[in-house]
């Protein structure tokens, strides 16, 4: 079966950027996104399609995908984007997630 | 705006079978996929499965001989049977709507915490 693989967890002081990968065989030929996850609320779509932001998430937040890795990468990262992370893909017709990556802002 | 609420028991017992319901309001599951993903207590997500709104169904493997999807466009819901549960299905439940295959699943429900115990 397809797997997402991402680092668990990822440090990042306020103002700079963060960057979160998520690897799976051929991952650059399908569609990744990125969802986040706040203690005791659901998730939340930031990035889709790769790299494309839903409309209300802030410009720092982008995405890009290629190879075997989709990225993450938050830009002046701030206090709130402290969270739990989430890639996405589609492999045919099923649904794959990445074991999540805890985002701690310090 | 659409928004889906998650509704069933809390509690459900060992061997027994666990259902939910996911109600769409604020518009139309007609042409979405409709998704369930479950979260066991401080772990990641997992995907249980999907019906589209036509009736098709495709299931996570490790789960899909315990595991059914149907939808009632009529009520704009969808509902999910997981059978023989054990203490292991103990999750937050979520469902979720997805525009296409490959697509985002956006929104989610609040999730439903289910517990199995006696």
């Known amino acids: 079966s397809y797997e997402l693989t991402q680092p668990p967890s990822v440090s990042v002081s306020p103002g700079q950027t963060a960057s979160i990968t998520c690897s799976g065989d051929?991952?650059?030929?399908?569609?990744a996104c990125w969802y986040q996850q706040k203690p005791g609320q659901s998730p939340v779509v930031v990035i889709y399609?790769?790299?494309r932001r839903p409309s209300g998430i802030p410009e720092r937040f982008s995405g890009s995908n290629a190879g075997n890795t989709a990225t993450l990468t938050i830009s002046g990262t701030q206090a709130m984007d402290e969270a739990e992370y989430y890639c996405?893909?589609?492999?045919?017709?099923?649904?794959?997630f990445g074991g999540g990556t805890k985002l701690t802002v310090l | 705006q659409v928004q889906l609420q998650e509704s069933g028991p809390g509690l459900v017992k060992p061997s027994e079978t666990l259902s939910l319901t996911c109600t769409v309001s604020?518009?139309?599951?007609?042409?979405?996929?409709c998704g369930w993903i479950r979260q066991p207590p401080g772990k990641g997500l997992e995907w249980i499965g999907y019906?589209?709104?036509?009736?098709?169904?495709n299931y996570n493997p490790s789960l899909k001989s315990r595991v059914t999807i149907s939808v009632d466009t009529s009520k704009n819901q969808f509902s999910l049977r997981l059978s023989s549960v054990t203490a292991a299905d103990t999750a937050m439940y979520y469902c979720?709507?997805?525009?296409?295959?490959?697509?985002?699943?956006?929104?989610w429900g609040q999730g439903t915490l289910v517990t199995v115990s006696s």
């Open positions: 399609q790769d790299n």
């Open positions: 604020g518009g139309s599951i007609s042409g979405y996929y």
């Open positions: 019906i589209y709104y036509s009736g098709s169904t």
């Open positions: 979720a709507t997805a525009g296409s295959i490959g697509y985002r699943f956006d929104p």
């Open positions: 996405q893909a589609w492999d045919s017709s099923t649904v794959v």
């Open positions: 051929k991952l650059g030929d399908k569609y």
